[in-house]
């Protein structure tokens, strides 16, 4: 069953078995921050880590540097097995790419993860399926 939760005007849906999906609309404040990574990691505890995630940036606008610290805290221990970004822009791409390189010179543990930019939430659970076997391939999860 698919829970919704409202966090300001961005939307973070749990879809079981494994995956995260949140949609954020215009700005992202600090307190939503905490909020949405509180969220993720109660339901990363829930399912017993390993969480799949759509991030939903295509009527995104922008965050603080405030908020940029939050995101990178919320990755560390990382609660994520693969994070997919729909309707990113190339300047929201090139953000997330820099994001990625400082959060592993700057989290306690480094965003071990892959991110992928995909066009629909479709194209991203069969990218999730692909993380799925080569996990199971590895022996690194179900």
Not at 16 to 36: F, G, K, N, Y
Not at 49 to 65: E, H, P
Request: with cysteine; glycine share 8%; proline share 6%.
């Amino acid at each position: 069953m698919t829970d919704i939760y409202a966090i300001g005007a961005h939307e973070l849906r749990t879809i079981p078995p494994d995956i995260v999906h949140c949609i954020l609309r215009e700005i992202l404040v600090e307190a939503e921050a905490r909020e949405l990574n509180a969220r993720v990691a109660t339901y990363a505890t829930d399912v017993g880590g390993g969480l799949f995630a759509i991030y939903d940036l295509s009527l995104f606008s922008r965050i603080s540097a405030g908020v940029r610290n939050i995101l990178i805290e919320g990755t560390a221990p990382s609660p994520y097995a693969g994070i997919a970004l729909i309707g990113a822009s190339f300047t929201t791409r090139t953000f997330v790419d820099m994001l990625a390189r400082a959060a592993k010179v700057v989290a306690r543990n480094p965003m071990a993860f892959p991110h992928k930019f995909v066009k629909s939430p479709e194209e991203a659970f069969l990218w999730f399926d692909q993380l799925r076997a080569e996990r199971q391939t590895q022996g690194d999860g179900p």
